[in-house]
């Protein structure tokens, strides 16, 4: 699906494989001072047919090299998330593990650079993670639900049967609790995935 919104900005909304996985591109204005860009509409993203309420907004930074992910929430209603990269650039990693989705289990990788047009919105309960790819990068979160520590989870992101492709030149810079996460199918026999409910958000 691509839905464009015309008016005095212009938001493109393009469905990736995943359900409920948007890339969403917005117009940026540069000059010699810099650029400036609207990433985030309601109306806008309403209009074309997607709804995504704001409860929580988060700012990480990291050096190049930085993996972090591949993280999910349990929480009721599920996360969903819309990210855009503020510095630097980054690969940008979902992968779908609610259990019964058409594509259970399929990674997909969304290149973002500060200065271009694309964010990308994530459906609830998604995988997430990320690589830095400058020597300095930054994420900027909207989140639909709050942070819940107890119902956070992690998938390791050197999973073999995910092989996501990670933007590595030398030895990642991973957090102990990533780096020791169980792998997707350990989660799915212990029961500790989130379940496909088709036409969430």
């Given at each position: 699906?691509v839905?464009?919104?015309?008016?005095?900005?212009?938001?493109?909304?393009?469905?990736?494989?995943?359900?409920?996985?948007?890339?969403?591109?917005?117009?940026?204005?540069?000059?010699?001072?810099?650029?400036?860009?609207?990433?985030?509409r309601?109306?806008?993203?309403?209009?074309?047919?997607?709804?995504?309420?704001?409860?929580?907004?988060?700012?990480?930074?990291?050096?190049?090299?930085?993996?972090?992910?591949?993280?999910?929430?349990?929480?009721?209603?599920?996360?969903?998330?819309?990210?855009?990269?503020?510095?630097?650039?980054?690969?940008?990693?979902?992968?779908?593990?609610?259990?019964?989705?058409?594509?259970?289990?399929?990674?997909?990788?969304?290149h973002?650079?500060?200065?271009?047009?694309?964010?990308?919105?994530?459906?609830?309960?998604?995988?997430?993670?990320?690589?830095?790819?400058?020597?300095?990068?930054a994420?900027?979160?909207?989140?639909s639900?709050?942070?819940?520590?107890?119902?956070?989870?992690?998938?390791?992101?050197f999973?073999?049967?995910?092989?996501?492709?990670?933007?590595?030149?030398?030895?990642?810079?991973?957090?102990?609790?990533?780096?020791?996460a169980?792998?997707?199918?350990?989660?799915?026999?212990?029961?500790?995935?989130?379940?496909?409910?088709?036409?969430?958000?």
């Amino acid at each position: 699906m691509v839905a464009t919104v015309e008016g005095a900005r212009r938001l493109k909304v393009i469905e990736l494989s995943i359900p409920g996985l948007f890339v969403l591109e917005s117009p940026v204005w540069s000059d010699e001072r810099g650029f400036f860009r609207e990433w985030y509409r309601r109306e806008d993203l309403e209009a074309s047919g997607v709804t995504f309420p704001i409860h929580q907004a988060n700012l990480s930074t990291s050096k190049r090299g930085v993996v972090r992910g591949l993280h999910y929430s349990l929480a009721p209603g599920g996360q969903a998330k819309l990210v855009t990269c503020a510095f630097g650039e980054l690969d940008d990693v979902i992968v779908d593990v609610r259990v019964g989705s058409p594509t259970f289990g399929h990674v997909e990788v969304v290149h973002l650079a500060a200065g271009d047009e694309r964010s990308v919105l994530l459906p609830a309960s998604a995988a997430h993670g990320f690589c830095v790819t400058s020597e300095l990068g930054a994420l900027s979160y909207l989140l639909s639900s709050p942070f819940n520590a107890a119902m956070e989870l992690e998938i390791n992101p050197f999973d073999e049967t995910l092989n996501v492709p990670w933007p590595l030149s030398g030895k990642p810079i991973v957090s102990e609790k990533d780096i020791a996460a169980p792998s997707l199918e350990q989660r799915r026999a212990a029961n500790e995935l989130p379940i496909y409910v088709d036409g969430a958000p």
